[in-house]
């Protein structure tokens, strides 16, 4: 199969899945609870991309000072937990990568 | 359709409504612009790395358009760069996009009075930064008979600033310094997202389960480690929540 076909299909599926409860919206009946569980889907699912980014950047649990990504990571969310400024935490994590001494 | 406005507006009342429509267009707009700091540099690596794993500059533009999925497309050429087989790159991708299915569930009944084509554009534009910035209006508590504006400018925002950067990525290529970190951009701009959502303990618990499933999870092929530590952070917020009441 051609890059691009798998390409297409990759868009084509993602669209769906995108489009999938906008499209089902008062067509079909969600099980009761089922909104509840959806202000947990964001943070799980960021979360799970983040932390493994932070303490394992070279594929191995990596805790120590000399981790420059886990120490710019922290200081973003302590960032991001005062300020709730993406621009802030932004511009505070890249600083703190490039002016960590490892 | 009920939600149709009635044929006998009167023109003060048309100027009004327009220009609330555009109000809340350029404030979806500048809520996202922020986001943009971080998803640029992502994008402009993005660019690069396609070009370095073989795709053609075509087809890493097309990607940005057909895909416009940020975490997505860098998987894609990953998968590229080591011949992984199309069916594997797929159900990657599909696993790896599953998480917009729920930002779907959570926008679908505040805009089930649209017409279909705004559907179809506010699904296509539905990407992580988008919703960000969606829940935390929402999360203000701030209705408003025109917020799908505010949606599609966010949404907008984001693809015009994701198309650009892809673009200068393409155009720069091997030039772009490789000691530059920009690949950080992207866990940077997801903490940026997701620290002001934790707003309490149960989402805390949330964050904290979701984050040690991903590390012990990290090993597993096919990204099923980021699904799997999804489920369980999911999971616990349910069981916190009180389960089925």
Known sequence: ?102 | MAHNPPLCIPPILMTVMAASASREFQAGVLALAPLLVGVMPFGMIYGALALSQGLSPAAALAMSSILFAGSAQFLFCQLVGVGAPATVTVAEISLLNLRHALYSAAVAPRIAHLPRRWKLALAYLLTDEAYAVIARREAAGDAGPHRHWFYLGAGLALWGGWQLSTAAGVLLGARLPADWPLDFALPLTFIAIVVPLIRNRTLLAVAAVSGIVALLAAGLPFKLGLLAAALAGIAVGWRLAGGVR
Do not use: Y
């Not at chain 1, 076909?5 to 079909?28: H, P, Q």
């Not at chain 1, 990571?73 to 511009?91: D, F, Q």
């Open chain 1, 1 to 102: 199969m051609s890059i691009w076909l798998t390409m297409v299909l990759c868009g084509a599926v993602t669209f769906i899945i995108r489009l999938s409860f906008i499209a089902a919206e008062g067509k079909i009946a969600f099980p009761p609870g089922f909104r509840r569980l959806l202000p947990f889907v964001p943070v799980a699912t960021l979360t799970a991309l983040v932390i493994p980014e932070l303490l394992m950047p070279q594929g191995v649990l990596w805790l120590a000072w000399d981790n420059a990504r886990l120490m710019a990571g922290l200081a973003a969310i302590a960032i991001a937990a005062t300020t709730r400024s993406v621009l802030w935490t932004l511009v505070g994590g890249f600083v703190v990568l490039g002016v960590w001494p490892w």
